[in-house]
């Protein structure tokens, strides 16, 4: 057989047997051979440096496991290298103020705490710093205006020639130390961008517009605090044209870029404002002028001027991004309306920058240029260098107003005014020892900003205890290994827990015969593997479970179980077998030998009705029950129980006086005179009961019933009955009398008032039909004359 699928063959055993093995200890199916190797596995693997911590069967890789479970399985030492992070350089970050009298240089203003660190790393485990952002009041700025010249920006020029002092005059307002610097560009000087007839190179305008050669990019007027040698050089700057639309400002800016030295830049706050009327060409275009080498990235400046248009392509958007990036520029679009969304797009692929309207003649670049300036301070965004293999970074923001925010969010607070201060949580992690495990450096700093952070990561590949290792160790097999850590690393061809055999050797029937029982074909009991004549166990899935023995015969999970719990929880098993915890015994630990728990309340041992068995009674009278045999539920109750033995004994009565000399000898009865005088439970060491019986002539009689420690039940018996007296029968009369009194004056009341409503009633509705008569007052209605005239109809009045 192949010796490679021999030693997969045996790491599969020693694995369990599976290479599908589910989920158990992490740090155990690593199966790492060496303290270097376990480490690598995760932050809570150790390494077990006791040369006698292994038993019999056990292999090598049981020294790598959960620290807590080493702890348990009595390591004294254990190897655990944990990461740290030091401070290497913290100056604080600078207050100053724009009034004060003391000016700082640029490299003496701090906005960015601390600012060196190490970083050590042990894979899985994050180190978690906290970095301070503060913007600085009156820091310096260096603003460089690049222009497009092409002949559509003829009227935005004429406003362009007065920005120095204006400009300066308004800067004045956020910083003292202000510098400004002008460049203009137009376009590669190749068809089919401009025309190269002889006449039109030298004045690309028509209609007789003076216009000046065409050109790529021209530094005209490097930074300076001058606002009127700005004026000066921008007025004697002339328009230019070209025949497409698109225009070669990439070229411009990534020369304005990488030329740090001509273009004069500080380490202070950089702004490039670039201002146009029209779109970009971009790597790729340059194919259509013949152009096709790729833009190298570097300064190409001679006489102020961009000398290798015709001869490398426009830069890609991605290769602006890294060198403004690199070199802290913070870019201002300053675009007419029409070519908004262009640029809105572009800024979204570059960070730290931002997009202004121009007017049509860029009369308001000045406030478009300080909108824009406060907008890009306002906004810290965090960015670090390319990080090593395995190894990752995280943020989370501490902002003004208690904001924060995590992941993407993380890197970045806005809103921050000048003397504002934001925190970040910065945390670092490796997965994984790189390879060669060498310190590297990485940076991280906010956008636009030339400070940073800078962090040496160094990277824990390896123990302290493996500097000490002793090479070709007689412990070894005789130098076939190191002996390091309390183990042996084996030379390349030797494996084994001691490398006590070849790799040539792993498989032979003599040496198997070594891995046999006695009068046994089974090898290691089917429970390992046999590796240089010696079992190496199977490891379980549960790494608290383990073969062990010289043939693997043994286990510590095969022993008997009570409540579903190995060895009752009350014990360990041993090589199948509980050993059980002290006051327990039983095959599987299930009986308790204490008593304690078969007390009753009255102190007796089971009630006096049963006998304590592991820690259970057992009662022996079938009435009682429960766990101290207590529990009676077809008996009466103990006051019920006694009370005609007390009756008896105590009164003399009872349904028991006839036997109670025989019957209820069984207490004793002390008589107190007063209820005050029983005792009270809180005067008892034991339990004691009080009741309340009513006999035959309904009177009560009060008494406790108590057994003490030495089992005497006693009783105390109030000497006195509580019979109820007759009834008053003079005080019942004289109540009767006057409650009927007393309810026929109520309800001759009632009939009273009921009587006077009803009047008042009948009255008022008499007064109403009196107002409402009509009476006639001129004579009597039910008046009639005496008198009759009858007149003759025949008399003439003759």
């Known amino acids: 057989m192949d010796l490679s699928l021999l030693l997969i063959a045996a790491l599969s055993a020693a694995l369990g047997g599976s290479w599908a093995q589910q989920d158990g200890s992490i740090c155990i199916k690593a199966n790492a051979q060496s303290c270097g190797e376990c480490i690598q596995v995760s932050e809570i693997c ?43 350089q913290n100056k604080s970050v600078t207050i100053r103020n724009k009034d004060g009298n003391i000016k700082l240089k640029p490299e003496e203003i701090t906005q960015i705490q601390p600012q060196k660190l190490k970083v050590t790393l042990r894979s899985g485990e994050p180190q978690t710093f906290d970095l301070k952002f503060k913007r600085a009041e009156d820091y310096p700025i260096d603003l460089y205006y690049l222009m497009d010249l092409s002949f559509s920006m003829k009227d935005d020029l004429e406003n362009v020639k007065n920005l120095g002092t204006d400009l300066m005059r308004e800067m004045r307002e956020i ?29 690309p305008c028509s209609n007789n517009e003076n216009c000046t050669s065409p050109f790529s990019y021209k530094n005209v007027l490097k930074l300076t605090s001058n606002g009127d040698r700005f004026n000066e050089l921008v007025s004697r700057q002339q328009i230019s044209g070209n025949l497409d639309s698109p225009e070669g400002g990439f070229d411009a800016i990534m020369q304005v870029a990488v030329c740090e030295e001509q273009i004069g830049w500080r380490n202070v706050t950089r702004l490039l404002v670039f201002s146009t009327d029209a779109g970009f060409h971009f790597a790729g275009d340059g194919k259509l002028g013949g152009i096709v080498l790729p833009n190298d990235g570097k300064c190409h400046l001679e006489n102020d001027v961009y000398s290798m248009s015709h001869y490398y392509d426009y830069p890609s958007i991605a290769h602006l991004v890294q060198k403004l990036s690199d070199h802290n520029i913070q870019t201002i679009f300053a675009v007419t309306e029409e ?22 003649n860029s009369s308001n670049v000045i406030k478009l240029i300080i909108d824009a300036y406060n907008s890009l ?67 991280v700093k906010p956008l636009g900003f030339n400070e940073e952070v800078s962090i040496e990561l160094n990277f824990i590949c390896d123990c302290e205890c493996a500097k000490k290792g002793e090479p070709n160790s007689p412990k070894c097999h005789g130098g076939n290994g190191i002996f390091e850590c309390g183990a042996c690393k084996c030379n390349e ?8 055999c070849s790799k040539d050797e792993v498989r032979s029937d003599d040496l198997d015969a070594n891995c046999r029982k006695p009068n046994s074909t089974d090898i290691c009991s089917n429970n390992g593997e046999c590796l240089c004549g010696t079992c190496e166990c199977k490891k ?117 006086k006839e036997m109670c000399q025989k019957e209820c000898s069984y207490f004793n009865l002390i008589k107190v005179k007063d209820r005050k005088d029983l005792p009270q439970p809180t005067d008892q060491s034991f339990p004691l009961t009080h009741c309340k019986e009513k006999d035959a002539n309904d009177c009560w009689f009060y008494y406790t019933y108590a057994i003490t420690k030495n089992s005497t039940k006693e009783v105390f018996v109030v000497e006195k009955l509580d019979c109820p ?14 409650g009927i009194v007393l309810i026929g004056l109520a309800l001759l009341l009632i009939w009273k008032l009921l009587m006077i409503i009803h009047d008042r009633r009948e009255f008022a509705k008499f007064e109403k039909e009196k107002m409402n008569a009509k009476w006639d007052t001129g004579e009597n209605p039910i008046y009639k004359s005496a008198v009759t005239t009858v007149i003759n109809p025949k008399y003439e009045g003759k």
């Open 46 to 88: 150790g390494w077990c440096t006791d040369e006698t911590f292994l038993s019999e069967g056990e292999s090598k890789s049981a020294r790598c496991d959960d620290v807590n479970y080493l702890k348990k399985k009595n390591c004294n030492n254990i190897e655990n290298p944990r990461g740290r992070t030091d401070v290497i």
């Open 175 to 203: 910083t003292s130390d202000f510098r400004i610097g002008f460049g203009s560009f137009v376009e590669k000087t190749v068809m089919p961008y401009i025309s190269t007839t002889p006449a039109r190179l030298i004045n």
């Open 339 to 360: 070519f908004q969304p262009v640029y809105q797009e572009l800024k979204n692929l570059i960070p730290k920058s931002a997009v202004g309207t121009l007017s049509s």
């Open 377 to 443: 301070s306002s906004e810290v965004i965090l960015e670090n260098s390319k990080l090593p293999e395995g190894v990752s970074i995280s943020y989370k923001a501490f902002c003004k107003n208690g904001v924060q925010g995590t992941e993407d969010n993380g890197r970045k607070c806005t809103n921050i005014s000048i003397g504002d201060e934001v925190s970040f949580k910065i945390s670092i992690e490796s997965q994984k020892c790189p390879s060669g495990g060498k310190p590297e450096v990485i940076t």
């Open 493 to 500: 061809g030797r494996i084994g827990r001691e490398c006590e």
């Open 540 to 656: 379980r899935e549960n790494p608290a479970e383990v073969y062990s023995g010289k043939y693997c015969e043994c286990d510590n999970f095969n022993c008997d179980r009570s409540g579903n719990l190995l060895c009752g929880g009350h014990g360990r098993c041993e090589c199948r077998k509980c050993i059980c915890d002290a006051n327990y015994t039983g095959n599987a630990c299930e009986c308790s030998l204490d008593k304690s728990t078969c007390f009753a309340k009255n102190g007796q041992l089971c009630n006096g009705r049963g006998k304590c068995e592991c820690g259970i009674c057992k009662c022996e009278d079938p009435k009682f029950q429960g766990p101290t045999c207590e529990v009676c539920p077809t008996c009466p109750g103990v006051c019920t129980e006694h009370k005609d033995c007390v009756q008896c004994r105590a009164f003399g009565d009872g349904e028991k």
């Open 725 to 738: 007296s007759g009834p008053d029968i003079i005080p019942i009369v004289a109540g009767v009398v006057a």
